[in-house]
């Protein structure tokens, strides 16, 4: 299977805890993406990643996430301290920019998340 | 204000037989528009993806439609199944800009 592969597919934490997801985009993919989607709505922008070098991150991502991507290839996003709040399927998609394009019409292929619960 | 609505916000349909999603938008620039299938419990697939001079677009039964102009689309489902059953997502795309706005999508439930 060449798709974005997450792991693990659920966790369940107490509240307080810190929990850390992973990422692994399509290989040749050089943009990787995480987002936060709760029941119901779309998914959200948290941060977005162009190889190794995070360059953007939402205002919904608090000083309690932290998002890496150290080599360029798989990527890590961790919540200290989670609160109840937090319980949400976390998304990541990666795609390509060959094009050099900021704004490429290659889509995104998204993983199939990592449900996280709160207790 | 989310700049993607979807309507309905879900429906339900008997198997065979056809339907009709719709989603506005308020991006711009614009720059592309793509309809995302998400079954339950897994992550968005792309269905369709339509620039500004595209005025639709198929894959196998889904077939989506764009007006620039008004800043409507559409996806029509042909001959309904089982499978269809599933939440679709509106994502629009400005210009020179890398993230997408999403619509809350609608659920779709096919039943026997």
């Known amino acids: 299977d060449t798709g974005v592969s997450q792991d693990p597919r659920h966790k369940i934490t107490k509240r307080g805890q810190n929990v850390t997801f992973r990422c692994d985009p399509i290989s040749e993919h050089n943009r990787l993406y995480w987002y936060r989607q709760t029941l119901g709505q779309g998914p959200e922008f948290l941060t977005y990643f162009q190889n190794e070098a995070q360059l953007e991150k939402s205002r919904l991502l608090s000083d309690r996430f932290s998002a890496e991507r150290p080599k360029g290839s798989f990527s890590t996003l961790e919540i200290q301290r989670t609160e109840q709040g937090d319980s949400a399927m976390y998304l990541c998609?990666?795609?390509?920019?060959?094009?050099?394009?900021?704004?490429?019409?290659?889509?995104?292929?998204f993983g199939d998340g990592t449900r996280l619960s709160i207790l | 204000k989310n700049q993607v609505e979807q309507s309905p916000q879900s429906l339900i349909i008997l198997e065979g037989k056809n339907c009709t999603l719709q989603c506005n938008y308020t991006v711009s620039p614009f720059s592309n528009l793509r309809w995302y299938k998400q079954d339950t419990g897994r992550g968005p697939v792309s269905l369709t993806i339509m620039t500004f001079s595209e005025n639709t677009k198929s894959n196998g039964r889904y077939t989506a439609t764009l007006d620039a102009d008004t800043k409507q689309s559409s996806l029509h489902i042909t001959a309904s199944q089982l499978s269809d059953s599933a939440s679709y997502i509106c994502?629009?795309?400005?210009?020179?800009?890398?993230?997408?706005?999403f619509g809350a999508g609608t659920t779709v439930t096919v039943r026997a």
């Open positions: 998609a990666s795609s390509s920019s060959r094009d050099g394009l900021l704004n490429s019409n290659q889509p995104q292929h």
């Open positions: 994502v629009v795309s400005a210009r020179n800009d890398y993230k997408l706005s």
